[in-house]
């Protein structure tokens, strides 16, 4: 079946009746995406619930200067930028594949038709929406009481499969420091 993956990781969250899955698995899209492509630009509105079956994606936003990343998704990873997904406004934040990326998507009316029919889509979805200001709020924190050497050391603790994945660039934009500073914390001894 072209979608296990899809199904299969929403199975672990919660197990919806087949009406459910079956809503969502007839009208996901599958899109690819190269490297450097955009599944969202800013002031664009996210329509979209997006998975992930290959690759790997950054949620970011750019103040001019430069980009404040706010979290990287690879497979099997659900999101959207749920900002504008969940209020239908445009987005100052937008996500970027990293690298050639396949994801199935599901769009925002769909979802919002079987969380009103269904129960068990609401909560799936409810399930899904609280993951990101929990792990904002994770983010914030480290971001304001830790010190780059700890958040980098943080990333390689919580993300190690990441790390051969993204660039340097991107890790210092993650982590908030300079690439200098990156190179020097890198080549310490822990």
């Given at each position: 079946m072209l979608h296990t993956h899809f199904v299969q990781s929403i199975e672990k969250i919660l197990k919806p009746e087949q009406a459910v899955i079956d809503g969502l698995v007839s009208n996901l899209e599958s899109k690819t995406y190269r490297k450097g492509d955009f599944l969202l630009k800013?002031?664009?509105?996210?329509?979209?619930?997006?998975?992930?079956?290959?690759?790997?994606?950054?949620?970011?936003?750019?103040?001019?200067?430069?980009?404040?990343?706010?979290?990287?998704?690879?497979?099997?990873?659900?999101?959207?930028?749920?900002?504008?997904?969940?209020?239908?406004?445009?987005?100052?934040?937008?996500?970027?594949?990293?690298?050639?990326?396949?994801?199935?998507?599901?769009?925002?009316?769909?979802?919002?038709?079987?969380?009103?029919?269904?129960?068990?889509?609401?909560?799936?979805?409810?399930?899904?929406?609280?993951k990101a200001?929990?792990?904002?709020?994770?983010?914030?924190?480290?971001?304001?009481?830790?010190?780059?050497?700890?958040?980098?050391?943080?990333f390689l603790k919580q993300r190690p499969d990441l790390i051969q994945r993204i660039s340097l660039g991107d890790l210092a934009d993650y982590i908030g420091i300079t690439q200098v500073s990156l190179s020097r914390i890198r080549a310490q001894k822990l």
């Amino acid at each position: 079946m072209l979608h296990t993956h899809f199904v299969q990781s929403i199975e672990k969250i919660l197990k919806p009746e087949q009406a459910v899955i079956d809503g969502l698995v007839s009208n996901l899209e599958s899109k690819t995406y190269r490297k450097g492509d955009f599944l969202l630009k800013a002031d664009e509105t996210c329509r979209y619930f997006y998975f992930i079956e290959k690759g790997l994606v950054k949620l970011f936003f750019d103040n001019g200067d430069k980009d404040f990343i706010m979290t990287f998704f690879a497979e099997n990873a659900f999101f959207a930028e749920l900002s504008g997904f969940l209020t239908g406004n445009p987005s100052k934040y937008m996500i970027v594949a990293l690298e050639p990326t396949e994801v199935f998507r599901v769009h925002r009316d769909v979802v919002e038709g079987l969380c009103k029919k269904y129960h068990t889509a609401e909560t799936l979805f409810s399930k899904l929406y609280s993951k990101a200001p929990v792990n904002m709020m994770g983010r914030i924190s480290e971001m304001l009481e830790d010190d780059g050497k700890k958040r980098y050391h943080n990333f390689l603790k919580q993300r190690p499969d990441l790390i051969q994945r993204i660039s340097l660039g991107d890790l210092a934009d993650y982590i908030g420091i300079t690439q200098v500073s990156l190179s020097r914390i890198r080549a310490q001894k822990l």
